[in-house]
């Protein structure tokens, strides 16, 4: 099912369209029984304005909650009551491989986003992706998204992951001391933010390459103003031994 989003109705108190409407606390049950699906919690937020706002504000938070608990709350304990960039965002981060296309962020050639059904991510990975003197910084990563036998790119892996309290970290603090450049046209498939290069800046350390498993020379990543983080990397093959122990 399609759903043209409308901009229209804003729901005010006075609008003729709120009769008949269930009340938050109504929906907040359904969704919670439905165990905060993603699919019908982007379906609502096209019916109009309020809905899209209430998803924003409190379905999204839930998704993201029941998600990846542990994560969430590691967030949030900076005493915030939101995560940077919004919670429809961090939702779409933790089920959605962006891919790439082509003259897009990463030279490579054409691949799809597409949602993912479940994927890990790791604050202990995150420490391989920063500089020594930012390991004070959290970053949460996810395994790497594998697209296999992508002719001259061979096997490629998207990663994505988000910064705890963005704003205050050392990696941005250093990012706008080497004035690094913001990417000119391309903003954060999750927030629409602009974004930093990271390899540009010359801040992706090798300790990454070995947490994805790939070549050194060929892992890419951007973080965007609210410390969502997107990359690319060029897997490494299998060897004999790696293949013969997963067959077996």
Request: aromatic share 10%; charged share 25%.
């Amino acid at each position: 099912m399609i759903l043209t989003k409308q901009y229209r109705c804003l729901h005010s108190p006075s609008c003729v369209c709120t009769k008949g409407h269930l009340s938050e606390e109504i929906i907040f049950l359904v969704f919670n029984h439905l165990n905060w699906n993603p699919k019908l919690i982007a379906a609502l937020s096209c019916t109009c304005k309020w809905f899209d706002d209430l998803a924003k504000r409190v379905l999204w938070k839930e998704f993201c909650k029941t998600r990846a608990p542990k994560m969430m709350l590691d967030l949030q304990s900076s005493g915030s009551h939101s995560v940077d960039g919004n919670w429809r965002a961090l939702g779409k981060l933790l089920i959605y491989c962006s891919g790439c296309k082509k003259d897009g962020l990463f030279n490579s050639s054409q691949i799809p986003g597409h949602f993912v059904y479940r994927t890990r991510f790791s604050r202990t990975s995150g420490k391989s992706f920063l500089l020594p003197q930012c390991r004070t910084d959290i970053l949460y990563v996810s395994d790497p998204c594998e697209h296999l036998d992508q002719g001259d790119d061979g096997d490629v892996g998207f990663f994505r992951g988000i910064f705890k309290s963005f704003a205050t970290s050392k990696v941005r603090k250093l990012l706008i001391k080497r004035k690094a450049p913001l990417h000119p046209a391309e903003v954060c498939p999750y927030c629409k933010a602009k974004l930093w290069n990271m390899l540009a800046a010359k801040m992706i350390p090798s300790s990454a390459s070995c947490r994805l498993g790939a070549y050194e020379d060929c892992i890419e990543y951007y973080v965007c103003l609210n410390g969502h983080v997107l990359g690319i990397c060029t897997l490494l093959p299998l060897s004999d031994t790696d293949e013969a122990s997963e067959e077996s």
